[in-house]
């Protein structure tokens, strides 16, 4: 196949277009499905070959993700309505995730949680650069009421108020509560004051007759997660 030449004068069953058309969007690569998107290319290269060195450059859909606005017009054939464009499609595709995530009706167990906070939170929270602190709240058959962030802080520490969760529980009748923040280092082992944190809600909640469920701490890749309720400390 030859890329060097413009999409449009390629064979039909070569386009990328024409192949999702034909064969289903299941059928295309990552890269001609990116193509798709760009429509056109630079002077010098194909749509395809625009796609192949951004996927290539920041390594694949979740470092476009990443990438900055700036960066992605970096590129040759990139300009800033192509890069915004970009953008939004990663961003429809992380929102995508999180309604089929909706979807679950009742959260029964330990591995339901980490699976709940994995698919709904993972695709935000990973890569995020500063500790951002949320919060699920349950009805009393365990069924998700609602996803509320309580505060965002520096790369190293985010403060929380625990009369906060305690208030949002009363406010929305709920009866238990996930606890949910990220570390930016990618590591999640919980430090101290994330354990001595997690006791202060638990008593408050205590205190209301509320339950949390879990905290679950949110590290940098699709496995790194720390349960407090699967490691017992709850």
Same mark, same amino acid.
């Given at each position: 196949?030859?890329? !060097?030449?413009?999409?449009?004068?390629?064979?039909?069953?070569?386009?990328?277009?024409?192949?999702? #058309?034909?064969?289903?969007?299941?059928?295309?690569?990552?890269?001609?499905? $990116?193509?798709?998107?760009?429509?056109?290319?630079?002077?010098?290269?194909?749509?395809?070959? #625009? &796609?192949? %060195?951004?996927?290539? !450059?920041?390594?694949? *859909?979740? =470092? $476009?993700?990443?990438?900055? *606005?700036?960066?992605?017009?970096?590129?040759? =054939? @990139?300009?800033?309505?192509?890069? @915004?464009?970009?953008?939004? *499609?990663?961003? $429809? &595709?992380?929102?995508?995730?999180?309604?089929? +995530?909706?979807?679950?009706?009742?959260?029964?167990?330990? %591995?339901?949680?980490?699976?709940?906070? !994995?698919?709904?939170?993972?695709?935000?929270?990973?890569?995020?650069? !500063?500790?951002?602190?949320?919060?699920? *709240?349950?009805?009393?058959?365990?069924?998700?009421?609602?996803?509320?962030?309580?505060?965002?802080?520096?790369?190293?520490?985010? #403060?929380?108020?625990?009369? %906060?969760?305690?208030?949002?529980?009363?406010?929305?009748?709920?009866?238990?509560?996930?606890?949910?923040?990220?570390?930016?280092?990618?590591?999640?082992?919980?430090?101290?004051?994330?354990?001595?944190?997690?006791?202060?809600? #638990?008593?408050?909640?205590?205190?209301? =007759?509320?339950?949390?469920?879990?905290? @679950?701490? +949110?590290?940098?890749?699709?496995?790194?997660?720390?349960?407090?309720?699967?490691?017992?400390?709850?």
């Amino acid at each position: 196949m030859m890329v !060097r030449k413009p999409i449009k004068t390629w064979r039909e069953e070569d386009r990328p277009r024409e192949r999702l #058309v034909g064969l289903g969007s299941h059928a295309l690569s990552t890269t001609e499905l $990116l193509a798709i998107v760009l429509r056109t290319g630079s002077r010098e290269k194909s749509a395809l070959e #625009v &796609a192949m %060195e951004l996927l290539e !450059r920041f390594g694949g *859909l979740r =470092g $476009l993700e990443k990438t900055t *606005l700036g960066e992605l017009c970096q590129v040759p =054939g @990139i300009g800033k309505t192509k890069a @915004i464009e970009i953008k939004a *499609l990663c961003e $429809l &595709a992380k929102r995508f995730v999180r309604e089929e +995530v909706q979807k679950q009706e009742k959260i029964t167990c330990v %591995e339901d949680a980490l699976n709940y906070v !994995r698919r709904y939170y993972g695709p935000f929270l990973r890569d995020e650069s !500063r500790e951002i602190f949320s919060i699920i *709240l349950l009805d009393i058959r365990n069924h998700p009421l609602c996803h509320l962030e309580i505060s965002r802080g520096s790369a190293y520490a985010t #403060v929380v108020d625990p009369k %906060e969760i305690v208030r949002q529980m009363c406010l929305h009748q709920a009866s238990s509560v996930i606890l949910i923040h990220n570390h930016p280092s990618g590591d999640s082992t919980p430090s101290q004051d994330d354990e001595n944190l997690t006791k202060k809600i #638990v008593s408050a909640c205590e205190m209301v =007759g509320g339950r949390v469920l879990d905290h @679950i701490i +949110v590290g940098k890749n699709e496995k790194d997660y720390y349960s407090f309720a699967m490691e017992r400390k709850l």
